[in-house]
């Protein structure tokens, strides 16, 4: 057969002859598809959208939610209605008349896919579709337990008089962008991962069939849809049309024995039609796929054994890396388990296969692995090696976030003075003593910092009396955090460090969640007692008087009022502040006992008596505690 030049001479940038099946009438070289410019177009003007509107975020401040589908939970979970989930209700309901066209015209995670696999064939790889019976109901398991699993779970357990559904309010507009999402800098990784290495390993659209939990949606929308790609009696199976398809859809098969394309992987990227040298497939209306029997036979990757050795690695895999170190998102997880996946199933091939590829690469002949096996090989250990201790690490910072949970000391109580010794029962004891082990292994053997998990560790060293190393844990903390995260380190050490009789560092720290957080009315109370201390008694009166004005029902600040009022010879005013306090004081002696330690503290020993007696008046075994 000649090339795609006359008379066999090669000329560079020209496509070759691609082989005819039997039967065919079809003559002359692949077209390019015309189709993939004008989709390439698209996919380029989406992401320049994109990055336009975090631009704008930056630089107004303001801007509409983000146009993602994970948002759509956050519309779930409390009823906040977002552009997100405008947007994934929209899609389903065009994929359920158009098919699956969204996936393939509008998917910034596709189009990094797409230009992934451009690459690799510019390099001379070209990507080849790795095929699971199993792993393929991956992205649906994954859907169900984003967008259903919480309301289930909500029905099972809310009250009778309380709906099923949150009330729905506005919330397309927002100023904080970037809360939902992973420190910007993940994006790195990311796009690595479920772009250029699940196309590598996976196929060209080796993400979209095995991590996306959106097209699991939108692949059972497609089953129903009318909207699909038929075919006219001009086909005669030339295969171009399979040879060009992104999705790694059988075209020629299919249309053959069902007159459509039936794959729910179908994308709708119309590169099939572009391509076929009769103009014998176009996008029209037919039966939906639901109405067909079965689909085309595939050659799967995998036998029935190795399909659930494969599972198991990939859920493994998943809940060894998602959200270790509270970096690694549910998305990126699961192109890391399907990376992983296949290198495991192809170094067990390694090992008990007589022959082995990969691309141009011999691995194993003749029973012997060659040097591109072992490089694979070692590559292939380094990566499970990683995920390994990533599942190590996750381990333990779950174990250390279940036993900060489970503690029952209440946290006014516990930050009333420098040791909760005495406060502590048996079992926050045990979950102390095994949180902090946890998160202290976590920590040291970690590669990356866990920034959530620092103040879960500081927590359980101030519960333990270490206070120096808790405030250094918080400061580190507030170096890796922003938000209201950060806002709460910030707090929490300046707390601690009044409790040390540190007041000018307090305020500092103070201060600084105050400028994170202008509404964290605790922080400006905390603010207050450190002037105290200071001997800035005017200023701290200050302090509280703006806390209380925020909050009307803080019995602290009141309490601080009233003992600041009465040794200045103002008896009416401090009545008045206890009176206030009363109205939001519990009837808990452990309230009564924590305000009488933190007036204590500052030194306003009069008004703390008469909390320790209140709590003694109401459970008398406080008696003892005096001591």
């Known amino acids: 057969m000649k090339s795609g030049c006359e008379g066999g001479e090669k000329k560079k940038g020209r496509s070759v002859e691609l082989p005819v099946i039997k039967g065919s009438t079809a003559k002359g070289a692949m077209a390019h598809s015309r189709t993939s410019r004008w989709r390439a177009g698209a996919l380029i003007a989406l992401n320049l959208a994109m990055i336009a509107h975090i631009i704008q975020w930056r630089i107004t401040g303001s801007t509409v939610t983000p146009i993602e589908p994970s948002e759509a939970m956050f519309t779930l979970q409390n009823g906040a209605v977002n552009a997100g989930f405008i947007f994934f209700i929209l899609a389903i309901l065009a994929t359920l008349i158009f098919g699956r066209f969204v996936c393939g015209w509008g998917c910034h995670v596709l189009a990094l896919q797409d230009f992934c696999a451009w690459l690799l064939k510019k390099m001379g790889l070209t990507p080849r579709p790795f095929r699971s019976r199993l792993l393929v109901f991956v992205p649906l398991i994954v859907a169900l337990y984003m967008f259903v699993w919480p309301t289930f779970a909500r029905a099972l357990t809310k009250p009778p008089s309380q709906p099923l559904f949150p009330q729905f309010t506005n919330h397309l507009v927002t100023t904080e962008f970037w809360a939902t999402f992973p420190p910007w800098w993940v994006a790195i990784p990311f796009l690595f991962v479920c772009g250029f290495m699940t196309v590598y390993f996976l196929g060209s659209k080796g993400f979209c069939t095995y991590g996306c939990p959106y097209g699991g949606f939108f692949s059972l929308a497609d089953k129903v849809a009318p909207g699909r790609i ?228 500081a927590w359980f060293e101030h519960l333990a009396g270490n206070n120096a190393r808790a405030v250094e844990l918080l400061d580190l903390a507030s170096k890796h955090q922003t938000g209201q995260g950060r806002a709460l380190s ?106 009488g330690i933190r007036l204590k503290n500052i030194g306003m020993n009069e008004q703390a008596e008469k909390h320790f007696n209140k709590a003694i008046q109401l459970d008398p075994s406080f008696r003892s505690r005096r001591n």
């Open 490 to 595: 910030l707090y929490y050490r300046g707390a601690i460090l009044n409790r040390m009789k540190r007041p000018e560092e307090a305020i500092a720290s103070l201060e600084e969640a105050i400028a994170e957080r202008p509404d964290l009315i605790t922080a400006r109370e905390e603010r207050g007692e450190s002037l105290w201390l200071m001997g800035r008694r005017e200023q701290a009166v200050a302090a509280w008087s703006d806390t209380v004005r925020g909050n009307a029902r803080l019995p602290l600040a009141f309490n601080f009022l009233a003992g600041a009022a009465g040794p200045t010879g103002k008896p009416d005013a401090a009545a008045a502040y206890e009176r206030q306090a009363d109205q939001s004081t519990p009837n808990d002696p452990y309230f009564h006992w924590m305000l």
């Open 230 to 457: 038929l075919v006219t009696d001009a086909c005669n199976q030339c295969g171009h049309c399979t040879a060009t398809c992104t999705s790694n859809v059988i075209v020629h098969a299919e249309v053959k024995q069902y007159g459509m394309v039936v794959d729910s992987g179908c994308m709708k990227c119309m590169d099939c039609v572009s391509v076929c040298p009769n103009d014998a497939l176009y996008f029209g209306f037919g039966k939906p796929l639901a109405s067909v029997a079965k689909a085309v036979r595939k050659n799967y990757s995998l036998t029935w054994p190795e399909e659930i050795v494969a599972l198991l690695v990939f859920a493994v895999s998943y809940f060894a890396v998602w959200d270790v170190y509270q970096i690694v998102p549910m998305l990126m997880a699961l192109g890391i388990a399907g990376v992983t996946t296949f290198l495991v199933m192809r170094l067990i091939r390694l090992v008990r296969s007589k022959d082995l590829s990969f691309y141009k690469f011999n691995l194993k002949a003749g029973g012997k692995i060659r040097r591109a096996g072992f490089v694979f090989g070692l590559l292939s250990m380094l990566w499970i090696g990683v995920n390994a201790h990533s599942g190590w690490i996750r381990y333990h910072e779950r174990a250390g976030a279940l036993a900060f949970q489970n503690l029952q000391i209440p946290d006014e109580l516990a930050l009333a003075q420098t040791t909760a010794d005495q406060w502590l029962s048996p079992s926050d004891r045990l979950n102390l003593a095994a949180g902090k082990e946890h998160l202290s292994k976590a920590r040291d053997l970690g590669l990356l910092t866990n920034a959530d998990a620092l103040p879960k560790l």
